[in-house]
């Protein structure tokens, strides 16, 4: 996949449409009708979750801490309302799980929640901010992705990986020539189609054999990653041109 212009990747996640941040405000909704709502802080964490709340009847604040096992039942139990989680890792399964049980999700991120940590960062008072900031008038929220969005996201970051570490290897094998007097122009492609012939062949390149054939593997490694990242491409091609239909 070539990119239309010079140094833009158009497989770049910030251009693809899963990857495009959605925000919406509570300065347009009618604030008339969520008077009775409850509103929740959820700080999400890998073991321990931050609950933070005020009954609508009484006034009364409350604060609980859940297992992570117990965040399902906890809001399965309780009439749908709206809960506020920071736009972290997890956040977005998260909300996929408590919009099924019926609650409104709203995902702030972190650079909005954080002026309303009123002390010490700690679990509490991290829900408390959040609650603080779900609460805004003007706050800007994160729109939740779905499991196949966030699956095409995923598929980015694998292949940006296997690109970066594509680019060290063929960087590593064309300096190692180098240092055996061997010089191959800049390019993976090059390298692949020049290096393999010149390796194979002892009066070509000076190098001892023993470093000789260790390169050619990784001349191999080369090619596996250019073949799994071509793989990569098509599949994340193939849900861009589903969702262009």
């Known amino acids: 996949m070539e990119a239309k212009r010079e140094g833009v990747d158009p497989l770049e996640p910030g251009r693809h449409r899963c990857a495009r941040v959605e925000m919406c405000s509570n300065h347009s909704r009618d604030r008339g009708s969520t008077m009775n709502v409850t509103t929740y802080g959820l700080d999400v964490a890998k073991r321990v979750f931050q609950v933070h709340w005020v009954e609508p009847e009484t006034g009364e604040v409350k604060r609980k ?8 039942a906890f809001f399965a139990r309780r009439e749908p309302g709206v809960v506020a989680m920071e736009a972290c890792g997890s956040a977005h399964h998260w909300g996929r799980l408590l919009k099924g049980l019926g609650h409104e999700v709203k995902l702030i991120a972190a650079q909005f929640v954080r ?9 509490a008072a991290d829900a408390e901010a959040i609650w603080e900031a779900c609460q805004r008038p003007r706050m800007r929220f994160v729109a939740v992705k779905s499991a196949e969005q966030q699956a095409v996201l995923s598929l980015h970051r694998i292949r940006q990986q296997l690109v970066k570490i594509r680019t060290m290897q063929a960087h590593q094998v064309r300096g190692l020539l180098y240092e055996f ?18 390796l194979a062949e002892a009066t070509r390149c000076p190098a001892p054999e023993l470093v000789r054939c260790e390169l050619l593997r990784q001349l191999d490694g080369l090619r596996t990653l250019t073949t799994r990242i071509a793989e990569l491409e098509r599949q994340i091609g193939g849900w861009q041109r589903r969702e262009s239909e």
């Open 115 to 123: 002026p309303f940590v009123k002390t010490n960062k700690t679990d």
């Open 181 to 198: 007097g061997v010089v191959v122009p800049q390019g993976w492609r090059v390298l692949l189609t020049q290096a393999g012939p010149i």
């Open 65 to 72: 801490r859940l297992a992570r096992t117990e965040v399902s």
